[in-house]
């Protein structure tokens, strides 16, 4: 039952969102639209951002959707509130696109060894892949690939940095 709420609560969400975005001029309305395209700019916003850069207080379906980052605590593979918001349009962007796949890269920052940060990867991945498919995403249409600490978004070698090493980025295509 409160599957279904949720479900329908993240429906309705996003049609409101649509409708919302369908007047915008540069929005396409065809299907080839990319999810930068379908969603509202996060870009700009003067709501702030939190530690790791996203907008705070947004709540829009489309600003979560053009957030393609999910950051995690050091040593830590578990889902916070606000990145459960963002996996949860990413979903919901699925549901109304059952053709798109996606990858889920896991990265982790340089402390540990190299296999240990191969595995943290990989059980981030993991957790954004699970909570897809708790939403309802066939996890056949989720690719999870784990880069450890060879992929930094940052090169730095200080807590701000690691902060942004650890990540899963959501990337589409099929």
Known sequence: MMRKSLTFILLVFLGATLVACGGK??????????????????????QGVDAYGRPI???????????RKIYFEFDSATVDEQSRAIIEAHANYLVNNPNV??????H????GTRE???????RRALAVSNFMGALGISLDRVQNVSY???RPESVGHDESSWRLNRRVEI????
Not at 27 to 39: I, L, N, T, W, Y
Not at 57 to 67: F, N, T, V
Not at 108 to 111: F, H, K
């Open 101 to 106: 796949k996606l990858v889920l890269e896991g």
């Open 116 to 122: 240990y940060n191969l595995a943290l990867g990989e």
């Open 171 to 174: 990337l589409y295509g099929n």
């Open 25 to 46: 001029k540069g929005v396409k309305d065809d299907a080839s639209a990319s999810v930068e395209d379908r969603g509202v700019s996060a870009k700009g916003m003067d």
């Open 57 to 67: 207080g947004s709540g829009e379906a489309g600003d979560l959707l053009s957030q």
């Open 108 to 111: 982790a920052d340089e402390r």
């Open 148 to 150: 450890g600490e060879e």
